[in-house]
């Protein structure tokens, strides 16, 4: 096979491999003559096209021909546009897609349980900076603990350390500095460290008093607080607290727990034209098992949903969460307007050369990560997940954003598909998934499962197996590719003033 009709209703197929002027392909049955080169991932017009005329996939709109599109051509940029524009207004008209099974066994992974209940997938000791101009000392801190603990018993049943560090905390002024608290008070509160220094500079506006408001019900065993300023030597200090948290967590033992405590993020980067047929697929269906077995996931990324809106809204499971879904699209569109830029600025320069045109096709593809279970809460930025189930969460596309965003909601790991492949991980395990298996061959160092093999005979139902032994073995301890890189960024969504 060498194009894919992804729906009876669609104009257009996706290469599947790279296409010559004068190859001819077999569609439903009937030859197509390929009057154009066709790159991998990218659009054939099945039938003409014209001006006007809407260009289907997936079975609904992804804009409208800017000229006569005749069948075998190239359809993308130079004859294909958005029908997106301005706010729109939506009517609450509820579906029901998900029918999950009477009964079935909930698989067991290992975990730590904490203190407060909340269940990690990893036993870290953070350094968590309340501003910037600390996270060089939060290294130092970290580098002379190491050097104390070298040979030590106490490190080898620990998973990792890292230092958050951030641009922010100081020079901040309202909704700015409360982003900065929330996410950063999440992540301090996070499962998956064993042990946190909360470490400050003591002039910054995130002063640790204001801070602490946001840190109620911490494990004060297990978080502890170091002003630099206020101490002779931060280093020597801090490092010696690092070492009375790695002896605590040195306790700390996996133990099997049932997969519906585990809280996923689903999150694209680099997509290209198979995302929406191999990878966003695979992990909707992965979110819809995980929510049949009492689990829960989070779906960000707020501009590329705009065009599929309606396909989340017609899920939301009551009209209260109908009308969060609304003031999260709407809301963030005017976000948009606000600062003068136009609402439907995307798909990325590198989605566009991986086959992807318009904002309706990216968030098409985007949204199948969401699976089709019911909305059941929308979170807004810096929130933490309530309800079991499928939440939405407010953060733009921005990969390290959103990422951390979904950590700081509580996800013990993010799921990320790409296309064109990216090495990053945030500060939970990010477990790379391909869209197509050329990435996943090439890029070892960055993928840890791949999707395309649904290109190639693998049915879904297998691959979803796989994919369920891997997460579970990643959840149980097993590192992704980005841990094994020492890629555990974090990146905080700034809007205002810088004083």
Not at 69 to 79: C, D, L, R, S, Y
Not at 247 to 273: F, H, I, N, Q, T
Not at 293 to 319: I, K, N, Q, Y
Not at 361 to 378: I, N, T
Request: aromatic letters at 6%.
């Amino acid at each position: 096979m060498s194009v894919l009709r992804i729906t009876g209703n669609d104009n257009v197929a996706v290469a599947l491999k790279g296409l010559n002027i004068d190859d001819v392909v077999e569609i439903d049955g009937q030859s197509l003559l390929i009057k154009d080169e066709i790159p991998p991932a990218h659009k054939v017009a099945i039938k003409l096209i014209r001006q006007g005329e809407d260009v289907i996939k997936y079975g609904f709109s992804i804009g409208r021909a800017t000229q006569e599109i005749q069948p075998g051509k190239h359809v993308h940029t130079h004859n294909l546009k958005t029908n997106l524009e301005g706010v729109e207004e939506y009517v609450y008209e509820p579906k029901q897609y998900l029918n999950c099974p009477d009964s079935f066994a909930t698989p067991n992974f290992k975990a730590f349980i904490r203190k407060n209940g909340c269940i990690g997938i990893r036993n870290e000791i953070w350094i968590v900076p309340t501003v910037g101009c600390i996270n060089e000392v939060g290294h130092l801190i970290l580098n002379e603990a190491k050097r104390r603990l070298k040979g030590s018993p106490y490190t080898s049943l620990l998973d990792g350390f890292n230092v958050m560090a951030h641009p922010f905390g100081c020079s901040q002024l309202g909704g700015d500095l409360e982003k900065t608290q929330k996410i950063l008070s999440s992540i301090v509160k996070h499962p998956n460290a064993g042990g946190v220094l909360v470490l400050g500079l003591g002039c910054e506006n995130n002063t640790l008093e204001s801070f602490s408001e946001h840190l109620n019900g911490i494990d004060e065993e297990r978080v502890r607080f170091l002003i630099a300023q206020e101490v002779d030597d931060e280093v020597n200090a801090g490092a010696a607290i690092i070492c009375e948290l790695v002896e605590k967590a040195y306790s700390d033992k996996r133990e099997d727990v049932p997969l519906s405590s585990l809280v996923v993020g689903l999150k694209c980067g680099g997509s290209d034209g198979f995302s929406g047929i191999t990878a966003n697929p695979l992990l909707g269906a992965f979110s819809d098992l995980l929510i049949c077995l009492g689990g829960s996931s989070v779906l960000t990324e707020v501009p590329e949903m705009f065009g599929a809106e309606r396909l989340l809204m017609e899920r939301a499971e009551s009209e209260e969460v109908f009308q969060k879904i609304v003031k999260l699209i709407n809301g963030f569109k005017e976000y948009f307007i606000s600062h003068g830029q136009p609402v439907y600025e995307n798909p990325s320069p590198g989605n566009k050369a991986g086959g992807i045109t318009t904002l309706e096709e990216k968030s098409l593809g985007c949204v199948q990560k969401g699976g089709r279970a019911p909305v059941v809460d929308v979170l807004f930025y810096g929130d933490r997940v309530k309800k079991k189930g499928l939440n939405l969460l407010e953060s733009p596309g921005n990969d390290l954003v959103s990422s951390t965003a979904l950590g700081a909601a509580g996800c013990h790991m993010i799921l990320f598909s790409t296309g064109r492949g990216t090495p990053f991980g945030t500060f939970v395990p990010t477990v790379k998934v391909s869209t197509n298996s050329d990435l996943y061959r090439r890029k070892e160092r960055w993928i840890d499962f791949n999707a395309g093999s649904l290109l190639e005979g693998v049915a879904m139902e297998e691959l979803l197996r796989d994919f369920l032994r891997k997460v579970i073995d990643i959840a149980s301890g097993e590192r992704t590719k980005s841990e094994e890189n020492g890629f555990k960024q974090i990146a905080i969504w700034k809007d205002g003033v810088t004083l």
